[in-house]
Structures are given as C-alpha cells and as structure tokens.
C-alpha cells in the first residue's frame, strides 16, 4: 500500500457530503454517548469510501492493463501477417 496515496482518497473521503453532515451531527451531539456511537459509524463510512475508491482505480488500471495487451496483440499479429505476406 502507498501511504500517500491511502491519506489522499481518506482525504477525499472526509471532505465528502455525507461524512461532513456526520461529523456536524457528533459535534453538536458531542460529549453524549451517541456521539460516540456516530463516531464509530463515521469510522465505517470513511472506510467503506476509502475502499470503493480503491477498487475504483484498480478496475481502471485493469482496463488499461487488458487495453495495452489487446493492443499490443493486435500489433504483434498485423506484424506477423505483415511478415507471412511479404516476399522472400
């Protein structure tokens, strides 16, 4: 795991719209035991984020993983029949 980049997408994560209105919630509920409570749910959420954003760019590296393949397949076999066709 890249340290830099987990802290940039828990970032992104803590500056989303429903995590904002959590945490304005556990403040005005702060210092009572539901706070606490909204704390850990907080916890869960950013997490859950976090996660999606994870998945999210590794299925986007995985497309142009299997983009840079296919088409480098597809290269490899112009040139071949590129080859098989040329005089000798």
């Not at 983009?67 to 098989?84: D, M």
């Amino acid at each position: 795991e890249d340290p830099r980049l987990m802290a940039r997408i828990r970032e992104q994560a803590m500056a989303s719209k429903q995590v904002k209105k959590l945490l304005d919630v556990i403040s005005e509920l702060h210092p009572r035991k539901e706070s606490k409570e909204l704390s850990d749910v907080l916890e869960k959420q950013v997490d859950k984020l976090v996660e999606e954003k994870l998945n999210q760019l590794m299925e986007e590296d995985l497309k142009k993983m299997k983009a840079a393949t296919s088409s480098q397949a597809e290269a490899e076999g112009t040139a071949k029949a590129a080859s098989e066709g040329a005089p000798r």
